[in-house]
Every structure is written in structure tokens, then in C-alpha cells.
């Protein structure tokens, strides 16, 4: 407290004090204890009102100490329980939690993970696919002070990226416990199986089987494929310590068109004690066509590039850039769809052409875009040459219901160029997405639908995609959510279905039912998604006639389904709308894949180069306390002590506040109570 606050302090109570005794005292004809009274009273409420003012502060210090974060994450998988490790991490979590000097070193936070990770409610080691890298990752964002990372696991990840390269750019050590023997047995193993997800009827379709072999002895087995009974194809193979792993590539006929299930198996040899990783299984989709897609541009771009690979990456389809000087109007019957990228007045016969065949199309226009001719070429835009150019961003339209669309992360999507100025769309339109300049959403269309007469259109009203599709993997690690939204606009323009009120959106087959979904999409009379339907879902199994009934839940613009809990087979399913008539049907198959299954013991040497990448430590369950030990003597995980200097009020305002009210309430009841008021 300052010596100027000190000297107010003093002030005030000379003040009250005098005015107290003058207000009572002065020219008083006697002296009363009722007017002492009075006068205390007096004092007292001029002295607190005056402290409220003067609000007398002093500085106070506190100190906290603050503990190292020890960020426990336990692999929740399948894999676990497989490896009869169960009752083993269970136990090393309870040494954990009751360790009296490792809870008053640090603060420890718990987790599990599989394919995300969460906060630790109850181990059940169902989860089907592991993410190691997901606790590393995620913890490098959420703690910004010292933590430790330790992961209870058996090294054995399925998906994410790989956390022994992942790490290594981290300044943080991480700390293993490892799961499972770590013992190397001879074991035979189907690594991987490349085929593509369609084929072609009366074509052959290349198959590519990775097998490996851990062991020092020679080992001969048979790679077999077999497609239900009927062995289809079957090779030696040798293997050794020197030659331990085998690329085998044939291929298979496709001979009737639809799904086709095949079994890959090598044969076990005497004593293998893992056999269940000699087996795999993967599915064909034979196709009689194959849709093709020209794109004819009026100059070079990286668009152009982008849409190729986008719409290459579904088999079903196949991409031409062409030159507009190059392109033949006798060959636009060749092709099921024309996309048309940045058109000016030599696209001209091209427009001719599509009118008269009355044919769907898919423009792209932007910043060089000859506006003029487009207006005489067509109907659907209607647009001024403006030689201006703006940066847009995209907005999702929630509303938009002529097919079913996620949202794949726009908001995040770096913008696009656009020309400049407002844009016209005419007939039955929709808008995708909508242009947002410089931070203010607009109703200008940056992507939209049309349908005219039984042809329909899709309207791109800017150019860089490329960028969007570059995000689109820095955000997932993957460019298929961007080249599954190009698809579905490729979809929309080749199909020719009419608008049904309800529509599904699902896979003819899938690897395990960990990924096994199924959306749909329910429209009212207005064609406006109508997200107060209730849906319902039921899958019959083909073999066994079993039925299941799942209730769907709505997202922004569909209703979906997980259904992972179903078992391998082929299933028929049904979609209800409750209450109503209306429904569809589909099937799928569930190819089994018990992807954790696949591992006999704990991934050591993956886990050692990874604990050693981030200089931290690896240890197998059995020797905890050494961890903990290690932890326990590390220098860098201790408290810190901190200090907070903080400025008080040293009188509480709320009890000034309680003392001058009381006064002068006491004051005036007393005055009237005796008649002086």
C-alpha cells in the first residue's frame, strides 16, 4: 500500500469523524447518549461510503506449483485381447493410477485409442483398427508445457501415419510399454493384397499378393486364390532367411458381370503357431463399360491436371484433356460427359453439338471466360465481361438436395479466382456452394446444379482447385474426399435417374464392417431436405435370414448408418420412411477382415527405433517399474513453482457496502421510532 493511499485512509476518517461531530454536536443545546449514538452511526456510514471511493488496494503474491503432464494412452484394439494380454495391461493401469510418487510428480491424464483417441471411461479391446500416431500427434497440440507420453501397446498399428517416422521431427521423447511377447516366431504372413476395386467384363484384371516370412529356416508353401470352392489360381513359393518376402502378380478372368468374392490363402507349415495371417480375402466388381470423361480447355492450367487425376481415381471412369483447336465435334458421341474449362467463342461448335444431342455437361468459368459468347451459347448463365478477377471462398449450402454431399472441410479450402461481378442462373437450379469474398458470405453461386428438360448441367464458377485438392490431403492424409466430391459431380452429370424422393448412397462391398455405411437422402414434396423424417434401417443377411433393424441418423443434408457391429456376409437392406410409403432397397457384402488379428506378438523392433527416434524408452509390460523408475529420475519432468503478483481491494466492497446501508438503516429507524422524522 502506497504512504498517498495511507494519507486518504487517514483523511476520510477525519473527515467523517468531523462531520459526525459537527452534524450532532455542534450548537447542540445537550449532550445525549442517543446523539452519541447517532453520531457512531453517522461515522461510520460517511467513513465506509468514503473508503468505497478511495478503493485502498495492496499487492499480493501467490504461489503455484505446477506438475509435468504424464499423458497415459492405452491401445483399446482387438489385437490386445488377442494376444492374451488383457488382464496384463488392466493390472499395469492399476499400478499406474495407485503410484504414489509417480501422482505427486505429475498430473496424469488418461486415454485410449483405436481409431481416435479418447479420454479413458472403460477398456473393452474391441476397437478393429489401431492409430498409433493419432495420441502423438494430438498430444503435441493440447499440451503446451512440459508432458510425457506414454503409450501402452503392442506396436501393431493398422492405420494413420507411421509413428516411427512420424515422431521423429518431435522434440518430445515418448515412452513405450510394450504389449505382447517379444519373441520372434517363424511365421508365414499375407502382408498386403493389390487389386483394384472393378474390372471389366471379358477382360483380365491384375492381382498383386505381398507374402513375407520370419525365420531362418527354408521354408517351401503354396500361394492358392480360390473364388468360393474353385481353386482359380496357385503358385510355389520358397522362402528363406535371405529371401524372406515374395511380390506374386497374376491375373484373373472377369467373366460375369457383378460382385466376386476371392480367398487368397498360403499353406501353414508344421507347427506355425500363427495361422490366421495366412489367409485374406478381397472382392472384384465386374462392369460391362467404362463411362468416358473429355475435357476440353482453351488453355493450359493445373486444373486440368487436378480433374484428370480426380476423376481417374474411380475406375468406372476415364479422363481426355483436349485442346478446343484439337477437339472434333464427329467424336462427341464417344464421350458421356464434356467438361468444359474456361470456354470462349471457339467453343461455339462444341455448344452446337451438346444442344442438338441435348447432352448433360459440366462448365467451368472463371476469369477468362468470354462471357459474351457464353450468353449466346446457352441459357442456364448469364454474365457481364468485367476483365476483374476475385478471390472467393466457399460456403456450403445446407439446404442443397440434389444428391447427397457431405461437407469435406470448405471452410478450410484455400479461394479460388472468380471473375468479378453477378452472375445469373436461370431454369431449376441449386446451389452447392456459395462464393464467400473476403469474409462476407454472399448469395453470388460459386458451384451449382442444373437440370433442364432431362439434361443436366454443373456450373464451376472459378478456377485453382488444384489448391483445394492439395488441402484436401494436408487435412486428411488423403486426396479421396476431395476426389470423391469431384465423382459425385461426375455422377450427377452422367446419370440420367429422375429425382426420387428418397435416394441411397453405399458400396457394393466392403473390407470389414468397420467401414460398412450407408446414407440416404429424403426430400418432401418441395424437394427440400426433410430432416424431421425418421428413418429406419433393415439388413437380412442372405445366408442366414437373420434381420437387423437400425434407426438412421440425420446429419446436415442426410440421414446415415454405421453398421460395423454386422458380420461378414452378403446382405439385402431395406430403407423406410416411418410413417410413410416410401422406401428403397440395395445390398452389399462384407468381405472378412480382422485386420488385428493379423500380428502373433509385439512389434519390438518398431517399437525400439521409435523410442529411440524421440530419445525416450521402451519397456515391456513386465518391467513397468523400470519405466516408472525412469520417469521418477528424469530431471526434466519437475514441478515448477510459480508466483501470480496480484493487486487487492483491502477492504471487500461488498462489506462496505453492508456497513453503510445497515448505518443508515439503523439510523433512521432509531430518528423515527423516537418522532425526530
Not at 481417374?312 to 485442346?323: C, F, H, P, V, Y
Not at 462427341?332 to 441435348?358: C, M, Q, W
Request: charged share 25%.
Amino acid at each position: 500500500m502506497t504512504t498517498q493511499t495511507l494519507f486518504f485512509i487517514i483523511l476520510a476518517g477525519v473527515i467523517a469523524l468531523s462531520v459526525s461531530v459537527l452534524f450532532y454536536f455542534y450548537k447542540s443545546n445537550s449532550y445525549t447518549k442517543r446523539n452519541l449514538l447517532f453520531s457512531m452511526l453517522r461515522f461510520l456510514s460517511l467513513y465506509a461510503l468514503l473508503l468505497l471511493i478511495i478503493d485502498p488496494q495492496f499487492e499480493s503474491v501467490e504461489y503455484t506449483t505446477v506438475k509435468p503432464v504424464l499423458a497415459v494412452a492405452i491401445d483399446n484394439s482387438a489385437s490386445i485381447d488377442f494376444l492374451a494380454e488383457k488382464d496384463e495391461v488392466e493390472e499395469a493401469l492399476r499400478k499406474i493410477q495407485s503410484n504414489t510418487d509417480l501422482n505427486e510428480r505429475f498430473n496424469i491424464d488418461y486415454y485410449q485409442f483405436g481409431t481416435d483417441l479418447e479420454t479413458l471411461d472403460s477398456l473393452s479391446f474391441t476397437e478393429q483398427q489401431s492409430d498409433l500416431s493419432k495420441p502423438l500427434l494430438t498430444f503435441a497440440s493440447i499440451y503446451k508445457n512440459a508432458y510425457a507420453p506414454v503409450l501402452i501397446t503392442d506396436g501393431n498399428a493398422t492405420i494413420g501415419a507411421d509413428y516411427e517416422y512420424n515422431i521423429t521431427s518431435s522434440k518430445q521423447p515418448v515412452y513405450y510399454l510394450a504389449v505382447g511377447d517379444t519373441s520372434r516366431f517363424e511365421d508365414l504372413k499375407m502382408e498386403q493384397i493389390n487389386v483394384n476395386r472393378y474390372a471389366y467384363l471379358n477382360n483380365k484384371f491384375p492381382v498383386e499378393i505381398h507374402t513375407s516370412y520370419s525365420g531362418r529356416a527354408e521354408k517351401s508353401t503354396e500361394l492358392s486364390v480360390f473364388s468360393g470352392n474353385k481353386k482359380v489360381f496357385s503358385k510355389k513359393l520358397d522362402f528363406n532367411s535371405a529371401e524372406n518376402g515374395k511380390v506374386t502378380n497374376f491375373y484373373l478372368p472377369a467373366n460375369t458381370v457383378g460382385f466376386r468374392q476371392y480367398t487368397a490363402r498360403i499353406t501353414p507349415f508344421e507347427g506355425e503357431k500363427n495361422t490366421i495371417n495366412n489367409e485374406k480375402s478381397f472382392g472384384v466388381e465386374v462392369i460391362d463399360q467404362r463411362a468416358k470423361v473429355a475435357v476440353v480447355y482453351s488453355y493450359l492450367h493445373p486444373d486440368l491436371g487436378t480433374l484428370k487425376k480426380a476423376i481417374e481415381s474411380n475406375e468406372l471412369r476415364d479422363a481426355e484433356l483436349i485442346n478446343i483447336s484439337d477437339f472434333q465435334i464427329s467424336t462427341l458421341e464417344d464421350y458421356e460427359l464434356v467438361i468444359l474449362f474456361e470456354p470462349t467463342r471457339a467453343f461455339s461448335k462444341v455448344y452446337s453439338g451438346l444442344e442438338k444431342l441435348n447432352r448433360n455437361r459440366f462448365t467451368i468459368a472463371a476469369a477468362k471466360t468470354d462471357y459474351n459468347a457464353l450468353n449466346a451459347f446457352q441459357a442456364t448463365l448469364k454474365k457481364r465481361n468485367t476483365n476483374q478477377v476475385d478471390e472467393v471462398r466457399p460456403e456450403l449450402n445446407l439446404n442443397f438436395t440434389a444428391f447427397l454431399m457431405e461437407d469435406i472441410g470448405y471452410s478450410d479450402f484455400p479461394p479460388l479466382k472468380s471473375a468479378f461481378g453477378p452472375s445469373s442462373l436461370n431454369g431449376k437450379t441449386e446451389v452447392l456452394l456459395y462464393k464467400n469474398i473476403a469474409g462476407v458470405q454472399t448469395q453470388e453461386p460459386l458451384l451449382a446444379v442444373s437440370e433442364t428438360e432431362g439434361r443436366r448441367e454443373v456450373l464451376l464458377l472459378a478456377t485453382g482447385i488444384w489448391k483445394w485438392r492439395a488441402q484436401s490431403y494436408l487435412s486428411n492424409q488423403s486426396f479421396e474426399p476431395f476426389d470423391n466430391f469431384i465423382d459425385k459431380l461426375l455422377q450427377y452429370c452422367i446419370s440420367t435417374s429422375r429425382k426420387d424422393k428418397l435416394r441411397l448412397d453405399y458400396e457394393s462391398f466392403y473390407y470389414g464392417s468397420q467401414n460398412a455405411m450407408v446414407r440416404a437422402q429424403y426430400v418432401d414434396d418441395n424437394y427440400n431436405f426433410d430432416n424431421r423424417a425418421s428413418l429406419m434401417i433393415e439388413v437380412v443377411n442372405k445366408t442366414t435370414k437373420k434381420s437387423q433393424q437400425f434407426p438412421m441418423v440425420a446429419r446436415s443434408n442426410f440421414f446415415e448408418v454405421k453398421l460395423n457391429i454386422l458380420e461378414a456376409g452378403s446382405y439385402d437392406f431395406t430403407v423406410q420412411v416411418e410413417g410413410g410409403e416410401t422406401s428403397a432397397t440395395g445390398a452389399f457384402t462384407i468381405i472378412p477382415y480382422d485386420i488385428e488379428r493379423q500380428a502373433q506378438n509385439a512389434a519390438w523392433p518398431k517399437l525400439k527405433r521409435a523410442a529411440q527416434a524421440s530419445q525416450g524408452d521402451v519397456q515391456t509390460i513386465d518391467n513397468l517399474e523400470v519405466l516408472i523408475d525412469k520417469l521418477l529420475s528424469d530431471n526434466s519432468y519437475i514441478p515448477i513453482q510459480r508466483s501470480v503478483k496480484k493487486t487487492v481491494s483491502l477492504i471487500d466492497f461488498h462489506f462496505l457496502l453492508f456497513i453503510i446501508v445497515a448505518c443508515l438503516a439503523i439510523e433512521w429507524f432509531i430518528r423515527k421510532y423516537n418522532g425526530l422524522i
